[in-house]
């Protein structure tokens, strides 16, 4: 199992931007995938980001054009840039990793970081 350290977040006004890390350490399993989650009050959780171990990503189409995600193989990092922010994108984000052991896969969760996106 992989712990996950989750950073940035905060309070930003509309059009603003806003980078989030991730970072993973306590695991030598494979990464097949970095994803952020993120969760608003009263709605269930949903995908916004995805980034492969072949760094191939996808995206939530709310967010397509003003997010990106990226990672660092080196820091074991994933970040997720965030510009042209909008108030739908209040929530608290999450940072998951799925990693591969010898006997299966396994999934990791950070301890999400809130996103305020005032109006």
């Known amino acids: 199992q992989m712990q996950l350290v989750e950073s940035g977040g905060g309070l930003v006004q509309a059009g603003g931007s806003m980078r989030l890390s991730c970072a993973a350490s306590g695991s030598i399993g494979s990464i097949n995938a970095m994803t952020w989650y993120r969760q608003a009050p009263g709605k269930q959780r949903e995908l916004v980001a995805r980034i492969t171990n072949g760094d191939s990503t996808n995206y939530a189409d709310s967010v397509k054009g003003r997010f990106t995600i990226s990672r660092d193989n080196a820091k074991s990092t994933v970040y997720l840039q965030m510009n042209n922010l909008k108030p739908e994108d209040t929530a608290v984000y999450y940072c998951?990793?799925?990693?591969?052991?010898?006997?299966?896969?396994?999934?990791?969760w950070g301890q999400g970081t809130q996103v305020t996106v005032s109006s």
């Open positions: 998951n990793v799925v990693v591969s052991y010898w006997y299966g896969s396994r999934t990791s």
